[in-house]
């Protein structure tokens, strides 16, 4: 089976869900023998291909044909021109094409493709985001691919429901599929001390992991943290990720907190971090809002961490 795939949305500068569950599921797949992966993506620099290539290197069974035209030049044209189509850019026609997320450009329609859709929170709850990212939202028409897709997938049964309602679908037209864990969780391998060292984290802590941004609803955490902090003066609040829209926001509450001393932010935490950073704390924390899976609780129990 010839099967095209949309890799724009990889980047080593963002270590989201997404991203995890884009090259785990892709692995997976090219472990069959009769698939053979075609990859479009973007030229983000020579960093941006070399990060692509570390993760999927190019051989007999695995092709990068379409990375050739920098994001903003691909992007424009695909707005503007609605051009090139995504599976032109592979030189061979695939059985099938498979877009790993919503983004920007079309296919030819006599292509069967496979769309995943994690969540909708942008049409739920618009207020957590900035113009900017509504507007990119706006542009990638996610109801018309939702419907031009030959068939979508979706990580919970809870977005299945948010797309039958909101877009049209039918049950029958969404597969819910759940995501697995990183194999790094299944037999994780943990050095607290050496965690502990790198990110200067305190003996005890409450964790949260994931993007520092309202949505999250981080300025609830650092409330309900500071009844804590009255009556255990050895526990702290650690927030790690990284910075998202008006994080500046969480970042002054944390400065007024008469606490403010015990709440700790360690930027971006990598991938292979993680295991150690769940094991060394006393609790995990995931308050978001809304979340079309959420991938950390998961993570932490693997790893032994109380939810």
């Keep these: 089976m010839e099967l095209g795939v949309d ?3 990889l980047s080593p500068r963002w270590q989201g869900g997404v991203n995890e569950y ?17 990859l479009v993506g973007s030229v983000f620099g020579a960093a941006h291909r070399a990060y692509i290539t570390s993760l999927f290197p190019p051989g007999e069974r695995l092709s990068l044909p379409g990375m050739y035209l920098p994001s903003k030049l691909l992007n424009l044209s695909l707005l503007t021109l609605h051009a090139p189509k995504l599976d032109s850019c592979l030189g061979r026609e695939p059985d099938v094409f498979w877009m790993p997320n919503l983004n920007i450009g079309s ?3 006599r292509i069967p493709s496979v769309l995943t859709i994690h969540d909708v929170t942008f049409e739920l709850y618009p207020e957590f985001f900035s113009q900017k990212i ?26 299945k429901q948010d797309l039958m309602d909101l877009y049209g679908l039918h049950a029958e037209e969404i597969s819910v599929t759940y995501p697995g864990l990183s194999p790094i969780f299944h037999n994780p391998d943990i050095d607290i001390e050496h965690i502990r060292a790198k990110y200067h984290l305190p003996s005890q802590f409450i964790l949260y992991l994931g993007t520092i941004e309202p ?4 300025s609830a955490l650092i409330q309900s943290f500071e009844y804590l902090a009255a009556e255990h003066p ?18 002054a509450q944390t400065n007024k907190s008469p606490f403010a001393n015990r709440v700790h932010y360690t930027g971006f935490v990598a991938h292979e971090d993680k295991p150690s950073l769940y094991a060394a704390a006393e609790l995990f924390v ?19 961490t109380p939810v």
């Design 107 to 109: 296919l030819h329609r």
């Design 286 to 304: 995931y308050p978001s809002f809304y979340e079309g899976f959420g991938f950390p609780p998961l993570e932490a129990m693997a790893c032994g």
């Design 215 to 218: 949505r999250k609803n981080l």
């Design 7 to 9: 890799v724009r949305g």
């Design 134 to 159: 509504l507007a990119w939202h706006k542009s990638v028409r996610p109801k018309q691919q939702a419907q031009d897709a030959t068939h979508v997938l979706t990580v919970s049964h809870s977005t």
């Design 234 to 251: 050895e526990l702290h609040l650690v927030l790690a990720g990284q910075n998202g829209w008006l994080y500046e926001h969480i970042h």
């Design 22 to 38: 884009t090259i785990a599921l892709l692995k997976e797949l090219l472990r069959y023998d009769d698939v053979r992966g075609h």
